[in-house]
């Protein structure tokens, strides 16, 4: 049987929201990426081939793209895309920066 800890018991971890995100950025991340080319190219290429045009995996550039809170398009976009079919998924627009 696992042990339970009484503190987390008393005091459970917060949980953050998901619409409640800080919207600030590592200056690293903003140094090495521009947001608002990602974003027009998130949404004019498939992740797979501009993960290769950035020398990153598909997951690590999806990763860059939450922290930079960089909208990318879902799960099954590119293929209705291709199949010609209407992919009813508009691009959101670019959150402000507050940094």
Known sequence: MARLKLKELV???KRV????????V?????????????????????????AKEYGVSNVALAETCR??????????????KVAGKSTGIQPKLLPVQCN
């Open 11 to 13: 005091n459970p971890p």
């Open 26 to 50: 590592s200056r690293e991340l903003l140094s090495r990426y521009n947001r608002e080319d990602l974003y027009k190219k998130v949404w004019a290429v498939p992740m797979l081939i501009l």
């Open 67 to 80: 922290k930079l809170h960089v909208p990318v398009p879902a799960r099954g976009y590119w293929a209705k």
């Open 17 to 24: 929201r998901k619409g409640a995100q800080n919207l600030s």
